[in-house]
């Protein structure tokens, strides 16, 4: 312990920003700079130490710090793995976030801006992408926020990490609750997922098929059927079970996916259903219909 810390201060929280180029880091690091972490881009991973002990001894002036390193550091980023444990040690638990897309949508971001991949020398971007994909599968592995930006908006991520590092440890959990189809994908960064395509289709239903499950002739004909109560009955109380032991390990955020085949009807009406049921003093839900007017 320095002169300047006192057995009462809090330990410094670190955030490590990585991930795929072009997938929404430097968006990232302006968010938790917006929330009030002091952020250092570029940082080759043997120096990450060197910057969290610096913060550490900053009597407060460095609260919360927010790091990004990437293969911009080139031969450096292979010692990542070994430089988090030594940080570990230290007594300091980094949150490491994971950006990441899929390589059609690095190639459309790094063709609008007439840029490189780092990583692509004399080659294709698609090469760079497939070498950086490589260097990073520990990283991503092991990440604790692992975020997928094929689909999202700048905005989008705004929110997603906003939601997740501006909140109050003593508060509710945050619960996202997304209706998606099938037939477009499951969404990467779901914690849990749901399998509607059990249930009666309304769409084919002629008078619900224009309609969507957040319309009450479209829910009342999913919610009305009986396993479609039981299974929201039994879905409940698994999320419950999930959602203390997320608490005991300091895990503030999660998100429940709800899948059907186009994400218009029965994802959309559980889901709804679904956020009314877990939200609670102890758990704050917001719905996302992912796939909703993609038909």
């Not at 444990?85 to 976030?97: A, H, L, N, S």
């Not at 801006?113 to 004399?122: T, Y």
């Amino acid at each position: 312990m320095t002169s300047e810390e006192t057995p009462d201060t809090p330990p410094i929280k670190v955030v490590l920003i990585t991930g795929l180029s072009g997938a929404g880091r430097s968006t990232a690091a302006r968010v938790l700079e917006d929330l009030g972490y002091y952020v250092v881009d570029n940082l080759p991973p043997a120096l990450i130490p060197n910057i969290v002990d610096l913060g550490a001894v900053s009597a407060r002036a460095i609260s919360k710090l927010a790091i990004v390193t990437d293969v911009r550091s080139r031969t450096f980023f292979d010692r990542l793995d070994d430089v988090l444990k030594k940080v570990e040690d230290e007594g300091i638990r980094p949150t490491v976030v994971f950006l990441d897309a899929t390589d059609d949508v690095l190639v459309r971001r790094y063709e609008s801006v007439r840029r490189a991949h780092p990583l692509q020398g004399d080659g294709r971007i698609v090469d760079g992408i497939a070498e950086e994909r490589g260097l990073l599968t520990s990283v991503r592995t092991a990440a604790d926020v692992y975020l997928d930006t094929s689909n999202r908006s700048v905005h989008d991520l705004r929110r997603k990490l906003e939601e997740t590092f501006d909140e109050d440890l003593s508060g509710p959990l945050k619960a996202t609750v997304m209706s998606f189809g099938y037939k477009y994908g499951i969404p990467l960064d779901a914690d849990v997922v749901f399998d509607a395509r059990f249930l009666p289709n309304p769409h084919w239903v002629p008078e619900l098929r224009p309609l969507t499950g957040q319309d009450k002739s479209v829910s009342d004909f999913v919610l009305g059927n009986d396993d479609a109560r039981l299974a929201l009955d039994q879905f409940e109380a698994l999320i419950h079970t999930i959602s203390s032991g997320y608490r005991r390990e300091g895990k503030r955020y999660f998100t429940v996916a709800i899948g059907c085949t186009g994400g218009k009807h029965r994802s959309v009406a559980i889901a709804e259903e679904f956020a009314r049921r877990l939200g609670s003093d102890d758990i704050q839900t917001r719905v996302d219909h992912r796939d909703v007017g993609n038909e």
